[in-house]
T-cell receptor, first 113, second 111 residues
């Protein structure tokens, strides 16, 4: 079965710097990869989706890369703000139409003012 | 649109009791799923459905049943609650290849 590792359980970044979170996977290559944000006591909220044939995706201050050779995705938040503090989850799906979306355990990001 | 709604928000059960967690979505999504989230374990898929009348098991299905009689509703039944089922449960829905929308969660404690 697919195993997903998110680089660290917790990450502290100074406000204004770029936060970089890592998602590594083993076994099969997913058709696409998603990143979610989760605040305490709430359900995850979708941020970005990147397909296997895409190298990079951007949305405002967010950037996701997808390297199928390294079996890794990087999630960047530029010009980080305290409001970016949350847990970030990556999720993989093996193929289009397969509902078995597998989630990593998440990285708890804290932006220090 | 209300999105994905879940009831109840909190529930305490005694071991051996049964109950149903309700989930509804108003986005006409084909796919619906139930996850449980435990500290250090991440989100784990319990059951999922790709359309009305079609359900399948996820990673941790034991002790849970689901049915999908309509597109909108996807209830999760705990047959005989056990302390190991103490968790936060999330329902989610999505269109076929798209972002997944999560409900607010149900925090369940089994004593």
């Amino acid at each position: 079965s697919q195993k997903i590792e998110q680089n660290s359980e917790a990450l502290n970044i100074q406000e204004g710097k770029t936060a970089t979170l890592t998602c590594n996977y083993t076994n099969y290559s997913p058709a696409y990869l998603q990143w979610y944000r989760q605040d305490p006591g709430r359900g995850p909220v979708f941020l970005l989706l990147i397909r296997e044939n895409e190298k990079e995706k951007r949305k405002e201050r967010l950037k996701v890369t997808f390297d199928t050779t390294l079996k890794q995705s990087l999630f960047h938040i530029t010009a980080s703000q305290p409001a970016d503090s949350a847990t970030y989850l990556c999720a993989l799906d093996r193929s289009f139409g397969n509902e078995k979306l597998t989630f990593g355990t998440g990285t708890r990001l804290t932006i220090i003012p | 649109n209300a999105g994905v709604t879940q009831t109840p928000k909190f529930q305490v059960l005694k071991t051996g009791q049964s109950m149903t967690l309700q989930c509804a979505q108003d986005m006409n999504h084909e796919y619906m799923s139930w996850y449980r989230q435990d500290p250090g374990m991440g989100l784990r898929l319990i059951h999922y459905s790709v359309g009305a009348g079609i359900t399948d098991q996820g990673e941790v299905p034991n002790g849970y049943n689901v049915s999908r009689s309509t597109t909108e509703d996807f209830p999760l039944r705990l047959l005989s609650a056990a302390p190991s089922q103490t968790s936060v449960y999330f329902c989610a829905s999505r269109a076929r290849v798209d972002e997944q929308y999560f409900g607010p969660g149900t925090r369940l404690t089994v004593t």
